[in-house]
């Protein structure tokens, strides 16, 4: 499956694979709009053999299939929990 993977300029890491290159017609408006503009950064070739990154090739392969498109998100980045030394608790 050939797949055209863009990045948003707006939303840090931020990337939307689409079947079509230039074809955003599959995207809902909200969605689409809330993208900011899309920067085209590669052309891949899919197959269940081929490992992603970030993503599950099935999942990505699926979701163009039935959608049109698949989103990948920002990594949700958790903060480390705040150290208090031993004297501080006493």
Do not use: W
Not at 17 to 23: A, S
């Amino acid at each position: 499956m050939q797949c055209f993977i863009y990045k948003s300029l707006k939303k840090d890491q931020l990337y939307i694979y689409l079947g079509k290159k230039d074809d955003f017609s599959s995207l809902p408006d909200d969605l689409f709009k809330s993208l900011g503009r899309l920067q085209f950064v590669m052309e891949l070739q899919l197959s269940p053999e081929r490992k992603l990154a970030k993503e599950d090739v099935n999942k990505v392969m699926s979701l163009i299939e039935t959608k049109g498109f698949y989103i990948q998100l920002p990594p949700i980045i958790t903060p480390a929990p705040l150290r208090v030394a031993n004297s501080q608790l006493h």
